[in-house]
């Protein structure tokens, strides 16, 4: 049996649920449950804080995590990260009320961990002041000169005086972890791959369509899919149908250029699940 910790609460333990869930793993009914068991995987999930999961992942205890990127550099383990799950984006930066150089400065987080590392990469002298939760009003309230917080649109930094500068601490996003250096069993193995094949499914559509022979290269150049796309002769003489699998965001900008280099009956479908 194999042990994996999911977060608990909150958009990243609805988002994780998901993706198990269409990776053919059970997940609980009840939020309240803390532990659950899937029979027919052998697998036992953890519902833990996200913040605690690479601490249990870490240590051993549990075999695998869901958390984030910018959890588990917080946190110092060794552990590591083995799949980016494409959901959970955040991005880290620095902000004050005018731009200014981090030495010697008071800068307040609520990620110790992840802006020490980055301070000590960079060669930085800085007093890293630790506060939990919201950190825009260290710098109002004057214990900070500068604050290192989770970005979207700004517009809660602005609304607190301040001003975004420099460069990304860390580009952050949901992952799958594991301890450094753990051996995997087939049974981990066989998650890896069920839930790449849904990272996969979700970033991919189908797109299937007929071209004229003539035209062939120019439209499958359009569509190369993952490895090569499927070609096949239409009873129509001298026409083709194609299927290749295309990013899901670019999927109308590629309709619009095989209709222009002669492609008809262009159709889109969903993949729901995939192995590459």
């Not at 991005?91 to 802006?115: D, H, M, Q, S």
């Not at 499958?220 to 083709?240: C, D, F, H, N, Y």
Request: proline share 3%.
């Amino acid at each position: 049996m194999i042990k994996v910790a999911v977060p608990n609460k909150g958009s990243l333990a609805e988002s994780a649920a998901l993706i198990l869930k269409e990776a053919g793993y059970r997940q609980r009914s009840d939020s309240r449950d803390l532990t659950l068991y899937d029979p027919e995987n052998d697998i036992e999930f953890y519902y833990l804080r996200p913040r605690d999961i690479a601490v249990y992942v870490g240590s051993g205890e549990l075999d695998i995590g869901v958390t984030g990127r910018d959890l588990l550099v917080d946190s110092g383990v060794t552990a590591v990260e083995i799949l980016s799950l494409d959901f959970g984006r955040s991005t880290f930066r620095f902000a004050a009320k005018e731009e200014t150089a981090l030495n010697n400065k008071r800068i307040a987080t609520a990620y110790p961990g992840l802006v020490e590392k980055y301070l000590s990469e960079k060669g930085i002298a800085a007093t890293v002041v630790r506060l939990d939760g919201a950190v825009e009003s260290s710098v109002r309230l004057g214990v900070a000169d500068v604050i290192a917080d989770v970005v979207s649109t700004g517009g809660t930094l602005r609304q607190a005086g301040l001003k975004v500068f420099g460069e990304p601490l860390l580009e952050s996003e949901a992952i799958l972890i594991e301890r450094t250096g753990a051996k995997r069993s087939e049974a981990i193995e066989t998650l890896l791959r069920r839930i790449n094949g849904v990272v996969i499914a979700r970033q991919y559509v189908l797109v299937d369509y007929d071209v004229e022979t003539s035209n062939l290269a120019a439209a499958t150049a359009l569509t190369p899919g993952i490895e090569s796309p499927t070609i096949s002769p239409l009873q129509k003489e001298g026409w083709s149908a194609v299927r290749a699998m295309v990013k899901s965001r670019e999927v109308n900008k590629i309709m619009d250029e095989l209709y222009k280099v002669g492609a008809r009956g262009i159709l889109v479908t969903d993949i729901h699940a995939s192995r590459l």
